[in-house]
């Protein structure tokens, strides 16, 4: 019985040596830089070998420190580049949701549109146009959730380069 949990106190172990080494840390907001929150999204499409499943990679900045990111396996195959990036997309739009929340909720507004870079023009087309195409009918409808934020004005998908 001992042996099983012997993986699972090695990994707390691990993790309490890793957060006493970074107790110092911190996030280091420039007194220059604009108080205003900003993303970049990507995603691997078919990335993983064995499965085919999609990497939806996300990271938002309120001034100049990184304050929440994420990269995690999507949990069906994407059948296009679009649909990968666009279900990155929306799993971005659930984190702006989240931090206007946690920031209201410290007593910072964000009244600007969040700006998200991305570097899918066809993700940004989707988001963007109201009428969705044949070749798009597949992807689920909770994934419009991003759209909604868009047209309410709360974001603002911005094409970058992938080189940038």
């Known amino acids: 019985m001992q042996v099983l949990w012997k993986p699972h106190l090695d990994g707390v172990r691990h993790t309490l040596r890793y957060v006493n080494a970074i107790a110092d840390y911190g996030l280091f907001y420039e007194a220059s830089t604009e108080l205003q929150v900003h993303g970049y999204i990507d995603a691997d499409w078919v990335g993983s070998i064995s499965d085919r499943k999609s990497t ?5 900045s309120f001034g ?3 304050v929440t ?3 995690k396996k999507q949990p069906t195959v994407a059948l296009s580049n679009t649909e990968a990036e666009y279900r990155g997309a929306a799993m971005a739009a659930f984190a702006v949701a989240w931090l206007h929340k946690l920031l209201g909720d410290l007593g910072l507004h964000v009244d600007r549109q969040v700006v998200i870079y991305c570097d899918n023009l066809s993700d940004i087309q989707l988001v963007r146009n109201p009428v969705f195409h044949a070749r798009t009918k597949h992807i689920e409808v909770h994934y419009h959730f991003i759209r909604e934020k868009v047209l309410a004005g709360e974001i603002d998908l911005i094409y970058v380069s992938t080189e940038d």
Not at 56 to 60: G, V
């Open 69 to 71: 990111w994420s990269s």
């Open 56 to 60: 939806s990679d996300f990271m938002f």
């Open 64 to 66: 100049s420190a990184a």
